[in-house]
C-alpha cells in the first residue's frame, strides 16, 4: 500500500484539529477533524483560492442555522430548507462548489440541538468555532507540508502512458494482439488521459513567486501541453487501428508493411523525444530520427495515393483506410511540432529552463 502526499496531509490536519480542539477546550474536537478532512486541498494555489470561500460558506451557514433555528424551530424540515437555500446562495455568489459539503454539515450540527435562544447561539458559535478550527488546521498542513511536485508526477505519466499506447500500435501493426485485452484496456487508458488532464490543470495552478521561475514554468507548460496533446493523437492512431482493423489487413502488403514500418520510426521518434526532454539522449540520434520519420511519410502517402491512381484498391476501401493514414501523417506533424519545442527549450535560456526530474530509486522500480 502506497500513502500519496493528499493522505499524509489529511492525517496530519486531522491530528492537528484534534490536539488543538481538546488544547483550548473546544467540544467536540471530532467536528475539527471532519472540517480538516473536508477542507484539505491537492495544491497550494487552491488552497489560497478556498480558504476564503470556506469562510465565506461556513458562515453563511452558520449564520442561516441560527436564524432558521430561533425564528421556524429545529423540525427536519426546516433543517432541509435551510440546507437548500444555503446552497443556493453559496452558489450565486459563485463560491467554490467543493464548500457546499462542510456548510451543509455545519448547519445540521448546528440545528441539530434545539434549546433555548441564547444556549442556542452560544451553542453555534462553539460548533462553527470548532469547525473553522478544521478548516484552518487544514489550511496550515496545506500551506506547510509536502509540497506537490506535478511536474514530476506529469512527466512520469505521460511516458507510462505513452509507451502503453506505443506498445499497443506495434502489436496491432504485427497483426499480434489479443483483442479481449486491447477492448479493456483502451477505455481504461481514455479515462487516464482524463485524469492526466487534471493533473496538468493542478500544475498549471501552482504558484512560483520568483519571475525567473515563472518564466521557465511558462516554457513548460508550453511543453507538457504538447506532450499530452501528442499522447492523444497516439491514443487516437491506435483507436482508429483497432476500428479499420480489418480494412488494413485487406490492403496490399507492401502497404501494410510500409504503415507498420512508419509507425516504428514513429513510435521510436516519440519515445526518443521524451527522454530527451529529461537528457537521456544525444540530440544527433533525435535528429537522425525525425529525417528517416519524414522520408517515411513521404514515401507512405506516395503510396498510398499510387494505389488507387492506378486502381490496385477500389475506392470504397481507399476511402476506409485514409482516415488511418491521414492520423498517422498527423502523428507525425505533432510529434515534428514537439521535437521543434524541446530543442527550443534546451537551446535558449539555458540557465532558466531547468528540469526537475528525479530517477526513480531501486527499490521503487
Known sequence: MKLGARIFKTGIAITIALYVAQLIGLEPAMYAAIAA????????????????DQVQANTIGAGLAVIMG???????FIIGATVMLAIGIIRKLKLEASTIPLSVVT???????????????MFAASRFGVIMLGVFAAFLVNLLFIPPKYEERLY????????????????????DTNQKSLKKDIPRINEAIVEMDNLYILYKEERDYF???KLAKARKLVLFKEMVTTMKKAFTILRTLDHYGNEMNHMPERLQKLVQQQLDHLTN????????????VRT???????EEVDEGEESLTDLFMDLYDHQEIDRDEWLHVLPAISHIVEYYEQLDH????????????????????????????
Open 269 to 280: 521518434y516519440h519515445e526518443r523525444i521524451l527522454l530527451r526532454y529529461v537528457g537521456k
Open 37 to 52: 478532512t473536508f477542507a484539505i486541498q491537492p495544491s497550494i494555489n487552491r488552497t489560497f483560492q478556498t480558504i476564503t
Open 70 to 76: 430561533i425564528t421556524f424551530g429545529h423540525q427536519p
Open 156 to 175: 512520469k505519466e505521460v511516458v507510462q502512458l505513452s509507451e502503453e499506447i506505443l506498445q499497443w500500435i506495434r502489436l496491432i501493426t504485427r497483426h
Open 211 to 213: 519571475m525567473r521561475k
Open 107 to 121: 448547519i445540521i450540527i448546528i440545528m441539530g440541538n434545539p434549546a433555548p435562544v441564547m444556549e442556542f447561539m
Open 284 to 290: 544527433q540520434k533525435t535528429d537522425e530520427m525525425a
Open 338 to 365: 514537439l521535437d521543434r519545442l524541446v530543442e527550443s527549450f534546451f537551446s535558449y535560456h539555458k540557465s532558466t529552463n531547468t528540469v526537475d526530474i528525479e530517477e526513480p530509486h531501486e527499490e521503487d522500480k
